[in-house]
């Protein structure tokens, strides 16, 4: 079955960085589009960054700038360097893969960013 584990989340003081992992398996990845979602306490979970197969990104428009979506294939890890963090960013983050018109989400790692 697939299964993607995040990996990397922690506390860090605003303006540091953090770097997430997410690790795929049972898909295959060159083929499938990843994103992270987070989702903060009591919010909807919101779109942060997304590549798709052929390499292009997308941000939502309060990352942008600060955040850097990346995919290895190779190892089957899709990565979000964060980069400048604000409180604001602190949430549960999230991995999704969509493969042959499906979504698989991971488990999802804490971020939390003090002030």
């Known amino acids: 079955q697939v299964q993607l584990v995040e990996s990397g989340g922690g506390l860090v003081q605003a303006g540091g960085s953090l770097r997430l992992s997410c690790a795929a398996s049972?898909?295959?990845?060159?083929?499938?589009?990843m994103g992270w979602y987070r989702q903060a306490p009591g919010n909807q979970r919101e779109l942060v960054a997304t590549?798709?197969?052929?390499?292009?990104?997308n941000y939502a428009d309060s990352v942008k700038g600060r955040f850097t979506i990346s995919r290895g294939n190779a190892k089957n890890t899709v990565y979000l360097q964060m980069n400048s963090l604000k409180p604001e960013d602190t949430a549960v983050y999230y991995c999704?893969?969509?493969?042959?018109?499906?979504?698989?989400w991971g488990q999802g790692t804490q971020v939390t960013v003090s002030s």
């Open positions: 999704k893969g969509s493969s042959h018109l499906n979504d698989y």
């Open positions: 590549i798709a197969e052929g390499g292009s990104t």
């Open positions: 049972g898909i295959i990845f060159s083929l499938a589009a």
